[in-house]
Every structure is written in structure tokens, then in C-alpha cells.
T-cell receptor
Framework: QKEVEQNSGPLSVPEGAIASLNCTYS??????FFWYRQYSGKSPELIMF????GDKEDGRFTAQLNKASQYVSLLVRDSQPSDSATYLC?????????FGTGTRLKVLA | DAGVIQSPRHEVTEMGQEVTLRCKPI?????LFWYRQTMMRGLELLIY????????DSGMPEDRFSAKMPNASFSTLKIQPSEPRDSAVYFC??????????FGPGTRLLVL
């Protein structure tokens, strides 16, 4: 059974801090890795995806991938109260997408 | 663009009834995905299509579930007969490339 694991949280950080969200996956054959944000009662929105080991930056967000450790993370810099949401990690192998259950982030003003 | 359109937005039905959920993808998108989200199991991919052809339906929970995509602008997810454990939010998503999925607003299904 392929799995994607996330700490459910909540992860609470003060406004302006860096929030670090983590995800591990079980299938070494996984090829693509995604981070989605989901506000309460809303649908998921893609933040970014990453294929290669290392860091990928997009605005205040940085995705980090370490395939050897089967670990992907998302850093949210200068966190804002509007970043408070559930963050879903997803992993794709050849055809299949598997989502984690999400980490709830709370940014305290 | 209007985005992915799903109907109905809310559905309440009784156990044993047939439920049909509908999705209109974003025009020009070749991929269409159906997901189910519950508190216990999170977001699960049920099935996805590419150019109207089912690519992976291994997430469809059992024979009570079926999905069709008769043309590029319409898809249905049917549950027959419905059971209380089917209560969830069902999302449809579409994309040009599979990496960049756009989700619809979802259908909240409650089976009594």
C-alpha cells in the first residue's frame, strides 16, 4: 500500500515567521510531488510541484525534495494570517496520485 | 473562463437511491479527475480520464461506483445504490497537463 504521511497539526506559527510543512512517502518510484492549499470548505488549489532533488522557489513558497530520504517539504516564508489553511502533499508515480491527509497551518496575528 | 463546474453543489439522499454527480471541465483541458474527500481518509483519487478515456480507475471503491465521460465537456460519477458511508465531498478537477489540476467547488453528498 503506497502511502503519503503528513502530521495533521495544527502547526501554529506567529505572523512573519517561516512555517515548515513536511511529508514523507513510501514509494521510491514516485516521480512528481505536489503541494496544495485548501481553505476550510473550499477546494484544493495547487501551490507548486517539484520533480528534482533540491529546492524550488515560487514567491514566498519553497518546496524541498529529497528522494533518497523520501521526504518533501514546503516552507512558507513571512507567514500571513491568510496562509492559515490545510496543506496537502501529493505524490504521483506513473499513473497514480496519492494525497496525504494534510497539515493544518495556523498563522497567529 | 468559468472554471470547473460541478452540479449539484449539495445532495441529500436516502440509502439505496441512485446519485449522479456532474462535471464540466475547463474548455481545452484533456484530463479530468474525480476525487472523494472525507475527514477519515482525506482526498482520494477515484478515477481519471485523458481525452475522454479512463486511464486509472483503481481508486473506484466498488462496483456501485461508475464514471463516464461521453465527450470532452461533460463527465458523470454515479453511485447506485448509495450507502451512508458514501457521504463525502466529491471533487472534479481538470487540467491540460496532469501536474496542474484545477479543482471544481465540489459536491457535498449526504446519504441518510
Amino acid at each position: 500500500q503506497k502511502e503519503v504521511e503528513q502530521n495533521s497539526g495544527p502547526l501554529s506559527v506567529p505572523e512573519g515567521a517561516i512555517a515548515s510543512l513536511n511529508c514523507t512517502y513510501s514509494d521510491r518510484g514516485s516521480q512528481s510531488f505536489f503541494w496544495y492549499r485548501q481553505y476550510s470548505g473550499k477546494s484544493p488549489e495547487l501551490i507548486m510541484f517539484i520533480y528534482s532533488n533540491g529546492d524550488k522557489e515560487d514567491g514566498r513558497f519553497t518546496a524541498q525534495l529529497n528522494k533518497a530520504s523520501q521526504y518533501v517539504s514546503l516552507l512558507v516564508r513571512d507567514s500571513q494570517p491568510s496562509d492559515s489553511a490545510t496543506y496537502l502533499c501529493a505524490v504521483k508515480d506513473t499513473y497514480k496520485y496519492i494525497f496525504g491527509t494534510g497539515t493544518r497551518l495556523k498563522v497567529l496575528a | 473562463d468559468a472554471g470547473v463546474i460541478q452540479s449539484p453543489r449539495h445532495e441529500v439522499t436516502e440509502m439505496g437511491q441512485e446519485v449522479t454527480l456532474r462535471c464540466k471541465p475547463i474548455s481545452g483541458h484533456d484530463y479530468l479527475f474525480w476525487y472523494r474527500q472525507t475527514m477519515m481518509r482525506g482526498l482520494e483519487l477515484l478515477i481519471y480520464f485523458n481525452n475522454n478515456v479512463p486511464i486509472d480507475d483503481s481508486g473506484m471503491p466498488e462496483d456501485r461506483f461508475s464514471a463516464k465521460m461521453p465527450n470532452a465537456s461533460f463527465s458523470t460519477l454515479k453511485i447506485q445504490p448509495s450507502e451512508p458511508r458514501d457521504s463525502a465531498v466529491y471533487f472534479c478537477a481538470s487540467s491540460i497537463l496532469p501536474e496542474t489540476q484545477y479543482f471544481g467547488p465540489g459536491t457535498r453528498l449526504l446519504v441518510l
